[in-house]
């Protein structure tokens, strides 16, 4: 049997990465522990048997030490895997299904489903991953919020462009419900691939394969036509019923900080759950592990289009102050004329990035002064400043006022470009750095 997710906590305990806590805490103290660990935790809650785990990918070293490399090289490692996919395999057993529950056996309050955020509307699953297979488009996994209903329904948000938004809607206008499963508890590879926004058809499990080097085995559910990674803790094989956009949901404390707003999405039954006989609920902290997520695989595929166009980049950056998606600072390896601009236009075709700023590879990226130095230095708004409207948008945010939207319609936003490449008719050596006399060789005298 391939690494799990229980394999992963070793991996982490191994280096110090994470820690036990035996006396059960309250529910509402779980996600003020999370907070303020930096390791991940595993923890016993009080009213329930089965512990809660959390922040097991809440950085970048502990993603790193999920990939086997360096967190410098982690971005690399994503692309690597882009370009060399491995194709899951079938398995007939799976530790995910040691333990059958149906009909009235399905009650979602035998797990730690807990409040994260004071103005939550309801608890929350946001550690799912989920599989669904519909008509020409083969298999999809992604990763969507669950809000909690009832003991055998929950919410999932579909209010941003995707493959399962896209399945849900197709198999909505034919009046019938649409199977997926939500698979909880997995090798950090499962929810880096799901993670990323692949073209639809494109099957997320070989990406997930090729970051672990070897093929994701996957079984199918009990109850619905769907698959599953075999080493998953929890597996929810669900319906989501077509009933359109027709659930009050939220509010919810986003991956970008904000509290959220109510919002209209469609309605999942829960028809089984099965799982391993001991299991340990994966709750995904909000919004530390998005980032640790979402931040090398945006800027894989920022590498990868730039690449695409023969552009080549020195360096680059999702910000984690912009939440690791609305944004990305790239250096270009001496660009020549014009190439500012293109990787600009490129950049921008990915959706959610509202802002990109380009700068030349004299300057580091990840020093926020020396970036701004180059927009104060480099930049004539006039000529340096892409303005893109009516672009997709991702619906958090509040500016696109989705919140004014009719229930299923997708939001629009504006995005902006800066060049701050050196102007092509100055020359670098313009832009030579003052330097103090043998400030590598002299220090302060006592």
């Known amino acids: 049997m391939q690494k799990s997710y229980r394999e992963f ?41 089965h ?36 194709k899951p395999v079938m398995v007939d057993k799976a530790p995910c299904q040691e333990v059958v529950k149906t009909g009235d056996q399905v009650d979602l309050t035998e797990f730690p489903l807990v409040f994260q955020h004071v103005h939550d509307g309801a608890p929350y699953i946001g550690s799912g991953v989920q599989l669904a297979q519909w008509g020409k488009h083969g298999l999809n996994a992604g990763m969507y919020r669950h809000m909690f209903r009832t003991k055998n329904s929950l919410g999932i948000d579909l209010n941003s462009p995707s493959d399962l938004r896209l399945f849900f809607s197709e198999a909505n206008g034919q009046g019938k419900p649409l199977p997926f499963a939500t698979a909880i508890g997995l090798y950090p590879t499962e929810m880096i691939a799901a993670t990323y926004s692949a073209p639809t058809g494109i099957n997320e499990m070989e990406i997930a394969g090729g970051l672990r080097g070897e093929p994701v085995e996957l079984v199918k559910c009990k109850t619905i036509d769907a698959v599953v990674p075999a080493s998953a803790e929890i597996v929810f094989e669900c319906e989501i019923l077509p009933l359109g956009w027709s659930g009050d949901e939220g509010r919810y404390g986003e991956f970008h ?18 799982h391993r006989k001991d299991p340990q ?3 995904l902290f909000m919004p530390d592990e998005v980032y640790s997520l979402g931040q090398p695989l945006l800027e894989a595929q920022a590498r990868k289009i730039l690449e695409v166009t023969r552009i080549r980049p020195y360096a680059i950056r999702a910000p984690r102050g912009s939440c690791g998606f609305f944004e990305l600072i790239v250096a270009l390896d001496h660009p020549i004329p014009g190439e500012g601009k293109s990787a600009l236009m490129a950049l921008l075709s990915l959706m959610g990035v509202k802002l990109v700023t380009v700068v030349d590879d004299d300057i580091d990226i990840y020093n926020d002064d020396e970036v701004r130095w180059a927009l104060a230095l480099r930049v004539q708004a006039d000529q340096d400043v892409v303005i893109v409207t009516n672009a997709q948008a991702k619906h958090v945010d509040p500016t696109v006022r989705g919140h004014l939207l009719p229930p299923g319609r997708l939001p629009t936003t504006s995005k902006m470009g800066i060049d701050a490449t050196i102007p092509p008719d100055i020359s670098r050596g313009i832009y030579q750095r003052a330097t103090i006399y043998r400030k590598d060789v002299v220090s302060v005298p006592d």
Do not use: W
Request: hydrophobic share 40%; charged share 30%; proline share 6%.
């Open 281 to 283: 609920f994966y709750s």
């Open 9 to 49: 906590l070793e991996i982490l305990e191994k280096n110090g990465e994470l820690r036990r806590i035996s006396k059960p805490v309250k529910p509402l103290d779980t996600s003020a522990i999370l907070l303020k660990s930096k390791q991940a935790v595993v923890m016993e809650v009080e009213g329930f048997d």
């Open 257 to 274: 900080r904000v509290a959220g707003t109510m919002k209209h999405n469609p309605i999942v039954k829960v028809k089984t759950i099965t």
């Open 51 to 86: 512990p809660l785990v959390g922040n097991i990918v809440k950085d970048r070293n502990k993603v790193a030490l999920a990939l086997g490399c360096e967190p410098r090289e982690i971005s690399t490692r994503v692309l690597r895997a882009l370009e060399n996919p491995i």
